[in-house]
């Protein structure tokens, strides 16, 4: 029996944003992901596109499967809780 890859990560990331925090995290746990970068305009207003991708319109989101997870608060700990920390049966 084959084994299943995991499936990929999609970081939705808007340049000079919050997203750059998780790109960082993403490499330094060297987790698969790939990247959809969105560019500000010459004003710095985000493209409105952005609203297709989440309701508010802000970034980062990053997709896991049919998971969506919005501000990178979240995003930062959800993603310690599965790579970093040690799962509650091995701190017995």
């Given amino acids: ?5 995991p499936p ?6 808007l340049e000079h944003s919050r997203s750059q925090r ?7 746990l ?14 710095g207003t985000p493209p409105p596109e952005l609203s297709l991708v989440h309701p508010t319109g802000k970034l980062p989101v990053l ?3 049919s998971l969506i997870l ?3 608060g979240a995003i930062v ?9 040690p799962s509650p049966i091995s701190r017995l």
């Fill in 1 to 5: 029996m084959a084994s299943e890859q």
């Fill in 8 to 13: 990929q990560l999609l970081l939705h990331y």
């Fill in 22 to 28: 998780i790109l960082w995290l993403l490499e330094e």
């Fill in 30 to 43: 060297e987790v698969p992901y790939t990247i959809k970068i969105y560019r500000r305009d010459s004003q």
């Fill in 63 to 65: 997709e896991d499967g």
């Fill in 70 to 72: 919005a501000e990178s």
């Fill in 77 to 85: 700990g959800t993603l310690a809780a599965a790579n970093i920390m």
